[in-house]
């Protein structure tokens, strides 16, 4: 600081003083004095330097040091050290970050690539007691170093980021294998970094929006498909979590000018990754499918209320056959939920009598809204009126075969509902001879389905 001796000499001093201390520390078994010896070394810099010391060159020193520290302390069984070690990661990324002179491309890449170089150091030279612990920080302090620089540089440079964000990704694929099942963990090491630093690339490129968005997006979630075939079939949820969301968004992105292409095409996905679910047993992929299923559900809203109340082709036109499909995958979702064992445990039972009663009530919904726009008024309520005469009977013939009481019930509710909707339909008549007839018509309608409807045993 007296500036006695020139401060390029003072840091090797500096650094060579610390060295022969933890060498001490070594022989002696001692973790406190290894400690300060290191973390002696680490504040060099700092102390020797008279002026900008958050430089590559001193991000360079630091790996040197660290690395240096990781291979020095294999074999013994340190609790403190680990922690100097995390902590001296992170300090240095930091101090390189806030020091960078953002204009300067070595200065704004040199942070996160000093994190990657220091999680391939912890990856290859740590102990398994805290490797994990480790290469979980310095990919941490990564992701986070490399979304502040891809902001800060936004569109002018994106050929600096986006390989580096992929070497980071790949890196803690293969570093972090096999995964954990831990949530705290597989969070952070499967899901929230490889996706923060998809989040950095697409940041420096312009977004999605840029011509290589999409491609971009399609590449992490290939790599995300690489990491889950890397590891054990009970370990790959996770891996393949991220893979169904970065091709969700792309295909929602590439349709999204088309209400019906996009809805198709979010249909489309949900069936592949529902085959995946069950084929792989991985109940996380459920999240990509609900998301996707439920902005198709909103595209065939969006079709069907932009069409006229009465149309002259129910069932047939896009909205109809968009919602049919959609609600068709809905149903193939809540039936591999309920026939697959997700981590060797047994189904639950309340997905499986959704599954059952699913398919049924929806289609009935459906047929009931598509035959209630049909052409005009009287037209739509006489066959919904039929609509629901027909289907009440075959649901009671239904629950008669199968002896599925419930069922039973509904088909009698639906005949009664039949009934009523005829009587409706002519009570403000003012003849009333078809008043009469119609009266009589349903009373023998209902006669007969409540004949049917009793079973000779009961």
């Known amino acids: 600081k007296l500036h006695i001796i020139e401060p390029k000499l003072a840091l090797g001093l500096a650094a060579l003083a610390s060295v ?3 060498a001490l520390a070594l022989a002696d078994e001692d973790e406190t004095l290894y400690v300060v010896g290191i973390g002696g070394a680490l504040l060099a810099p700092f102390v020797t330097s008279s002026g900008r010391s958050s430089g590559p060159l001193t991000l ?60 391939w150091s912890a990856a290859i030279l740590a102990a398994a007691e805290y490797r994990t612990t480790l290469v979980r920080s310095y990919m941490t302090t990564m992701a986070i170093a490399m979304l502040m620089a891809a902001a800060s540089v936004a569109t002018q440079h994106p050929a600096d980021v986006a390989p580096l964000a992929l070497a980071g990704t790949v890196s803690i694929y293969l570093i972090q294998r096999p995964l954990s099942m831990r949530a705290e ?23 999605i929006d ?56 979010l249909v489309a996905h949900a069936v592949a990754m529902i085959f995946l679910m069950r084929k792989e047993k991985v109940q996380l992929v459920a999240v990509p499918i609900v998301v996707g299923l439920i902005v198709a559900l909103v595209k065939a809203r969006d079709i069907l209320a932009v069409r006229p109340s009465y149309v002259s082709d129910p069932f047939i036109n896009s909205g109809a056959i968009l919602l049919l499909l959609t609600l068709l995958a809905w149903w193939r979702f809540f039936d591999v939920l309920a026939t697959t064992k997700f981590d060797e445990h047994e189904p639950e039972a309340a997905w499986a009598v959704l599954a059952r009663a699913f398919l049924p009530i929806a289609l009935f919904l459906w047929g009931w809204y598509e035959l209630g726009s049909t052409i ?42 039949a009934a009523l909707y005829a009587l409706s339909r002519v009570w403000n008549l003012e003849s009333v001879g078809i008043k009469a007839g119609t009266l009589i018509l349903v009373s023998l309608f209902l006669i007969a389905v409540h004949y049917w409807y009793r079973r000779a045993e009961d």
């Open 210 to 265: 840029a011509p290589n968005g999409v491609t971009i997006t399609l590449i992490w979630g290939a790599a995300a498909a690489g990491a889950a075939l890397m590891n054990d079939q009970d370990r790959r949820g996770p891996h393949y979590l991220v893979f169904g969301l970065t091709t969700l968004v792309s295909v929602g992105y590439l349709l999204r000018h088309d209400p019906l292409a996009l809805g198709l095409g």
């Open 376 to 417: 005009s008024h009287d037209v739509a309520t006489s066959l919904v009126t039929l609509y629901f005469a027909i289907c009440g009977v075959g649901a009671i013939h239904y629950g008669r075969s199968r002896e599925v009481p419930v069922v039973r019930h509904t088909g009698l509710g639906l005949c009664i509902v």
């Open 60 to 119: 360079v020193y630091g790996w040197i040091v660290i690395t240096a520290g990781l291979f020095a302390m294999r074999g013994h069984r340190w609790k403190v050290a680990p922690r100097l070690m995390t902590f001296a990661g992170v300090l240095y990324a930091g101090v390189g970050l806030i020091g960078a002179t953002f204009s300067v491309v070595s200065d704004r890449m040199a942070p996160p690539f000093f994190a990657l170089a220091c999680t």
């Open 20 to 22: 022969a201390l933890a």
């Open 185 to 207: 963990s597989w969070l952070l090491d499967a899901f929230a970094i490889p996706l923060a630093l998809l989040g950095a690339a697409l940041i420096a490129n312009g977004g």
